[in-house]
């Protein structure tokens, strides 16, 4: 490693990172979501896995969408709720969530204040599936799951 | 997935997670450290890579090691000092650190806080290597790492 190589170390500020894109979220057209952006702080070819920091703006939601690959998410910054399967949990600062393969999932800052939160992924992965409406109205019978998905 | 998963969600209270056991930092009895401790995360089957926790309490240190595998570490609580090669650099919290292949790095809680940090490495990787007396003298001609290692 060359002394003075800037990528070993980024520093911090305001949940933006030196060097680090704050990108859109998604660009799948078709995929339905509101006020969340993309930073991927490691996405490094000698790691099998990349770690992303999403983060959402009051009142705003990432895509419901399921796929086979999982998620493991660390809440960095607020608080909100996720949907992941048929429960509904609030998340506060560091708790840890985990997504099973093929298990409908949506994080919502729900809480008037930024939802932020660290992803981890293998870095080869399925692409996610979005429901169509009979999933949906399957999801949306369940009392709970209705109120969340209408925020 | 069942419904009242409890891995779906592990809440989080002062740096500690539900059902996530806090452990030694290592195994290794010829490895030198101090006042450190190990949560892990995510480690699962499905996923290619861990997320562990390690927190330092103040004056406390990792190991001074190598090994081919990378780490991707974000510091998750305080602040303090890394080395990584031949630089030794102030860290806050959310700083982002990345340990490239065989290259000396330690972390160090220099800052009468505790220094707590996330690390994702591939979950198949090497054994770490400690520094040989000569190593140990190499790294020290370098007064900036002197002093670093002196604490």
């Known amino acids: 490693m060359s002394s003075g190589d800037p990528h070993i170390h980024r520093k911090a ?14 660009e799948d057209d078709r995929a339905l979501f509101k006020a969340i952006t993309r930073q991927v702080l490691f996405s490094d070819p000698e790691q099998q896995s990349e770690l992303r920091y999403f983060e959402v703006a009051p009142g705003g939601f990432s895509t419901l969408e399921r796929h086979e690959h999982t998620h493991s998410v660390l809440i960095l910054r607020g608080r909100g709720h996720c ?53 949906l109205a399957a999801l949306q019978s369940d009392p709970k799951i209705g109120a969340f998905l209408r925020g």
């Open 13 to 26: 500020k305001d949940f933006r990172w030196e060097g680090v894109e704050v990108l859109p979220y998604k």
């Open 83 to 135: 949907l992941v399967g048929n429960e509904v949990r609030p998340l506060g600062t560091n708790d840890l969530v985990a997504v099973p393969p093929m298990t409908w999932h949506q994080f919502r800052a729900t809480q008037g204040e930024p939802l932020g939160f660290l992803c981890m992924v293998n870095s080869m992965r399925d692409k996610p599936q979005l429901p169509t409406d009979a999933d």
